[in-house]
Every structure is written in C-alpha cells, then in structure tokens.
C-alpha cells in the first residue's frame, strides 16, 4: 500500500512539472474535436414567438430604471433599465408565461429613441426548459419592425446564432407598458 501511495505522489509531482514546464503563457489555446461539443450533428432552424411583457406601473415592475437619462433628454439617451420581464405565448399579460427575458436596455441614441439591448431569453417551460439564447443589438423602438442578432445561448441553443424580429404589440404612453412579440430564428445543434 506504501508503494502505491508512494507511485501516485510521483506521478503527481511527475505531472506537475511537466505541465508548468515552458508554460511561458502562448499554449492556452488548442484545437479540440467538434465531436467533443456534440458539434458534430447537423444544425437545426427553431422558430418562436414569445410576447416580452415590459412593465413598469404595477407595485412589482419587471423594469426598472437604474441610471436615469441626460438632462433635457426627450429620447432616453443615458438612461438604463433592468429588467426581469416575463415572456409570454399571447400578447395578455395573464398569457401562459414561457419564461422570463433577464438584463438590461439603454438609451443609445440621442436624436431618435434607440436602445442597446442586452438580454437573455430563459425558456422556463416544455423541451427548451433551461436553455436560453441570448440577444446584443440596437433597437430603434418606434420602427414597425426591428432586427436584433443572438448572439449565443446554453443548454439545446448552445452554439446558438441568429436573429430576432421585434414588433410592438401594445403601449401605454401614461405609464410605460409594453408588450412587444420577439419573432425569434434560431441556428443551433
């Protein structure tokens, strides 16, 4: 027993100094079999509709400004907004909930309303429960439609790459609301 335990810590030892022998910092990457990731099967093309319920006037607002915008602003410039909003199958707001977009939005544009958003879809629901995909892109809210790209996701979207189509279904311009169907094209493996 002595003699194994022996072996083993050598081999440790043995296995220490070999890899950070020469480790001068150029060997961090390296070509991996696709295989490994599962990116060896065929691609797949989903599509979705889900209705991103942005709401900002009930007592628990699923928005929420966290830096205002500039002074004298008229198009949110500066301003930023966290948001936990549900994603929905309808456009109600009391529709089956799919599950929730997590990040942010900010007024990017200072002569038209224009948003950097930043959020993830996490499907909460059926076959994609615990995936998510994730969305980077400008978003000119007053257009008809906008194109925003995904830019990535996890579980059965990992690898994911593609692009959403965001229309405006609904807004109270007293308090805020929206409900806005995100058209979602998704290439994954």
């Known amino acids: 027993m002595a003699k194994l335990i022996f072996f083993l ?3 440790v030892l043995f296995l220490a100094a070999v890899s950070s022998a020469g480790d001068d910092g150029e ?7 696709r295989k490994l990731l599962g990116l060896n099967k065929k691609e797949k093309l989903t599509h979705f509709k889900v209705h991103w319920q942005d709401i900002l ?5 699923t928005s929420i400004m966290i830096q205002p915008p500039v002074k004298n602003s008229t198009t949110y410039f500066g301003g930023i907004s966290m948001i936990d909003n549900a994603l929905t199958a309808k456009v109600p707001t009391n529709s089956t909930v799919l599950g929730q977009a997590q990040g942010f939005y900010a007024g990017a544009a200072q002569k038209e ?5 930043t959020m993830n879809f996490v499907f909460k629901t059926g076959k994609y429960n615990g995936s998510t995909i994730t ?3 400008r978003n000119t809210a007053l257009s008809e439609v906008r194109e925003m790209p995904i830019v990535g ?3 059965l979207f990992r690898f994911a790459r593609g692009y959403v ?6 807004f109270n311009a007293k308090n805020g609301d929206a409900t806005v169907e995100y058209s979602c094209y998704v290439l994954h493996y």
């Open 27 to 33: 060997n961090f990457a390296r070509t991996i079999d």
């Open 135 to 137: 969305i980077l892109g």
């Open 113 to 117: 309303l224009g948003f950097l958003m």
């Open 9 to 11: 810590a050598v081999q």
């Open 57 to 61: 006037s009930r007592p628990n607002p």
């Open 165 to 170: 189509e965001a229309r405006t279904k609904y």
């Open 153 to 155: 996701g996890s579980g």
